[in-house]
């Protein structure tokens, strides 16, 4: 939020429904989400490179419901939830929780002689540094090789698995 709203307009052609909300796992709160093969959250697919990556790792990021055609790739389960703040980054107890359970955070599809990726989370994609009160730096995304070994090799899977084969 408030990126999901942004894209719902584009979403929805292709039949893919943002919730304009902060989209988390089930855990601490504050810490990366962990998408992996073992807790059932990463789906083997083209992405997924045939077990040549076990997990992903998102910073932030939306959730979405996707068209039966598509393919899920980084899923909610039973537990996760999306909070919808009415202001952006304003969590009060009043907060809408929402259910995640069956929605996604990255999925598929083929699209008449196309391929589209959709993905509710953009921070794993880029290399950030967040700077702390304290004065540390915090890296996100691909340059977090600690929290996220595999996002490299995620979206190069990406781009050459699934953008660029026929």
Known sequence: MPFAAAAQELGKIFDFH?????????????????F???NGRLMESPVSGKGSVRDVTSFTGSAFSYPKEAMPVMVFIDGDFSLNPEIAWQFVEETE???????AQGALLKYEKGRIAV??????????????????????GLNNKQL???????LL???????LTK
């Open 18 to 34: 943002f919730i304009n909300g902060f989209a988390t796992m089930e855990k601490a709160q504050n810490q990366p989400d962990i």
């Open 36 to 38: 992996s093969i073992q």
């Open 97 to 103: 929780t929402v259910s995640l359970s069956g929605y």
């Open 119 to 140: 993905f509710g989370e953009a921070a794993m994609f880029t290399a950030q540094i967040i700077q702390l009160p304290n004065g540390d730096g915090f890296k996100v």
């Open 148 to 154: 996220a070994p595999n996002n490299i090799r995620f």
């Open 157 to 163: 899977n990406l781009i050459h698995g699934w953008m």
